[in-house]
């Protein structure tokens, strides 16, 4: 019998790549798969439909999709799991992630590239350092220790909401997991597998451009969010 899980994952002109990743849901685990089509040009949505998804649609925005997806998933739904479309994900790690939550050890699950196994060319040196970075500030101003800001991780609903999430950009991941901190929520990481993607061009690391434009919002939600104030 399914568990009460909800995949949400955003995406944008991902049509390449998203059927694939649609494919590999563990059925049997999930409640359902929620692709939320952000604005896509190239048939993203249909294709994700046609492989057994949910599709839904949202402005854009990463966070604008993340919400959209996490208010629209089934109100049965007391897990979130929130992955990329692009196939970099090992949905094979989604037993690992929300087994802490499903035993009531933990309220968020963060699944760490940093300590899992990267497929050569999977993440670019400028990302690994930005995750160094980050992780070093937020452990001095906020005292929570992470090693990574990936998009695959889980959470309970419940908790989700108490966090009052506003972030609609690539700020998403970040704002979650400083605003996680400062609700004492019980967090862990766990070790996850991470692939280069199956195809197409990345949204964030495709580019300086967008390289930039990510990096920029990043660095005001960490600056407006996690460095502002301590915990609580």
């Known amino acids: 019998m399914p568990l009460p899980i909800s ?4 995406a944008l002109n991902e049509a390449e790549s998203i059927g694939f990743v649609v494919s590999e849901m563990p059925w049997h685990l999930i409640a359902e798969c929620v692709v939320v089509d952000n604005g896509s040009s190239d048939g993203t949505g249909a294709v994700a439909e046609a492989a057994g998804a949910r599709v839904i649609r949202s402005a854009r925005g990463y966070g604008a999709a993340c919400k ?3 208010e629209a998933a089934l109100p049965t739904s007391t897990i979130l ?4 479309g692009d196939g970099s994900d090992v949905i094979a790690d989604l037993p690992r ?3 802490p939550i499903e035993a009531g050890d933990a309220d968020f699950v963060i699944g ?3 300590r899992g196994n990267r497929e050569a060319g999977s993440m670019l040196g400028s990302q ?3 995750a160094y970075f980050v992780s070093t500030l937020l452990r001095l101003f906020q ?8 998009p695959f991780r889980a959470i309970r609903r419940t908790s989700l909401e108490s966090l009052h999430m506003s972030e609609l950009t690539y700020g998403w991941n970040l704002e979650m997991q400083i605003r996680a901190a400062q609700k004492k929520l019980r967090i862990l990481e766990v070790p996850v597998d991470y692939r280069r993607r199956v195809a197409g061009i990345s949204k964030v690391s495709g580019d300086v451009r967008g390289s930039v434009k990510a990096a920029v919002r ?3 939600v960490l600056f407006r969010i996690g460095l502002s104030r301590g915990p609580g």
């Open 68 to 70: 959209a997806g996490s």
């Open 112 to 114: 760490s590239r940093m």
């Open 7 to 10: 995949v949400i994952i955003p």
């Open 128 to 130: 690994i350092f930005a």
């Open 81 to 84: 799991v929130y992955m990329d």
């Open 97 to 99: 992630m929300v087994a």
């Open 143 to 150: 005292g929570v220790h992470y090693t990574d800001m990936g």
């Open 218 to 220: 990043i660095l005001e």
